[in-house]
């Protein structure tokens, strides 16, 4: 691994990535990664001796296993699209696609299965339709894989052909899709088949399928571990790991359908198909907490600001208020006591003395706007509730210098 997982972890918790996909896994991912796998190969202990022991058909096991596996994939394709418009990466198509591919093989390997919704299966043949479906299931699923694990590193597409990209994508792997059931259901009687004897005993084509499928899966996994960055790689590498012993059991066992290998087998791959879905699920709420939190501080930060705010505006008022107040007072106290001594000297102008004490109550009107313009700034909130005290002093103060005036004072 080049990149060191903590280093893009600090990283990441500094820039609070918004996909989780290709988030940088942590210690915590990795602990229960393993403890998952090491669950499982618990359990494959318990279980390898027990095999090939028939437990008898359950005819109802199948399709409810499937059809959940089959709305699993579904819905962890819908949140790899989702994840792919936020951060429009070609891997994330790729790895979406898989997903679509397993969810649609799946369910129609249940249409087809003997005695799932029909005695004979709904679609195909009886013995050999579910068995190609199988394989290409888990072989279209793992070449996604693959070929997600190879140009995961390229860049981010354009941003302006999201949805184009995510719709031709859709129809070519629905076309694929659809041309592959065609020729497993309508062309069967043209593809080798893999059970001689009902469906039973395997051919041994069957087995060298099911070899080819198991170095398939290993290689995507060692690619996978090779390439591991993201949390997204993390899980992938134990979804593979979880659906190899399928095609352990189909090799190595004598009876392919109905054992105890066989059910655990299927059991893992439910646990496959849900674990992917789920990590999703759970990151996402992470993410969406940590993004709550980081929202909740940045807004009681900016309450802080703007209390200290108020108060440095509220003692800048308070410095300019009172000088321009004094500086207004005696100005009116000096023209009033100047025009008796200039009446006396035949020196009276009331027209320029009113002119002067305009002009000083013009200066003074506009220097409070300032200070008062700085404080709606400051606290918009509760200028739009009410008008501030020293704004309705000022008007009173006004009003009764206009009343002075008519006076003739």
């Known amino acids: 691994m080049n990149a060191n997982p903590r280093q893009l972890t600090i990283a990441g918790d500094h820039e609070l990535p918004l996909v989780v996909a290709l988030m940088p896994y942590t210690p915590r991912h990795r602990a229960v990664a393993l403890a998952v796998v ?35 994939d579904l819905l962890t394709a819908t949140l790899l699209f989702a994840q792919y418009w936020v951060r429009p990466r070609r891997a994330l198509l790729l790895i979406a696609s898989g997903y679509i591919f397993a969810s649609s093989f799946a369910f129609r390997q249940t249409l087809s299965f003997t005695g799932s919704y029909a005695p004979n299966g709904l679609i195909g043949d009886t013995y050999t339709t579910p068995a190609w479906f199988f394989v290409l299931w888990h072989t279209t699923f793992p070449l996604s894989i693959l070929a997600y694990a190879l140009l995961k590193e390229r860049g981010n597409l354009s941003l302006e052909w999201r949805m184009a990209d995510i719709a031709i994508t859709l129809a070519c792997v629905l076309g694929t899709i659809a041309l592959l059931s065609w020729l497993a259901i309508d ?9 001689t004897t009902g469906l039973m005993l395997q051919t041994r084509l069957s087995n060298q399928i099911n070899i080819g499928l198991t170095i398939l899966g290993s290689t995507v996994l060692l690619v996978l571990f090779i390439r591991r960055r ?68 940045q807004r009681r930060e900016r309450g802080n600001r703007f209390v200290s705010i108020d108060a440095a505006t509220a003692a800048i008022a308070h410095e300019i ?34 002119r002067s004490r305009t002009k000083g109550q013009r200066d003074y009107h506009k220097r409070s706007q300032l200070v008062q313009g700085c404080d709606r700034q400051a606290r918009p909130d509760q200028h739009r509730q009410r008008r501030r005290p020293g704004a309705a002093a000022f008007a009173t103060r006004l009003a009764s210098q206009r009343g002075d005036r008519h006076d003739g004072v």
């Open 38 to 72: 090491a669950a499982m190969l618990i359990v494959w202990v318990f279980v390898t001796p027990l095999a090939n022991v028939q437990i008898g058909r359950i005819d109802s096991f199948l399709p409810l296993v499937q059809t959940v596996m089959s709305a699993a």
């Open 321 to 354: 208020n009172s000088p321009l107040g004094s500086t207004e007072c005696r100005n009116r106290s000096a023209g009033a006591g100047r025009a008796p001594s200039l009446a006396g000297r035949g020196q009276s102008d009331p027209q320029g003395n009113r």
């Open 187 to 195: 062309e069967v009687q043209h593809l080798p088949q893999f059970f």
């Open 230 to 297: 993201t949390v997204l790689d993390l899980w992938l590498m134990v979804t593979v790991f979880a659906a190899i012993p399928n095609f352990l059991v189909a090799a190595y066992a004598g009876a392919a359908r109905f054992s105890v290998g066989w059910y655990t087998a299927r059991g893992f791959a439910l646990v496959a198909s849900c674990l992917l879905l789920s990590v999703l699920v759970t990151e996402m709420t992470v993410l969406y907490s940590r993004l709550a939190s980081a929202l909740v501080m």
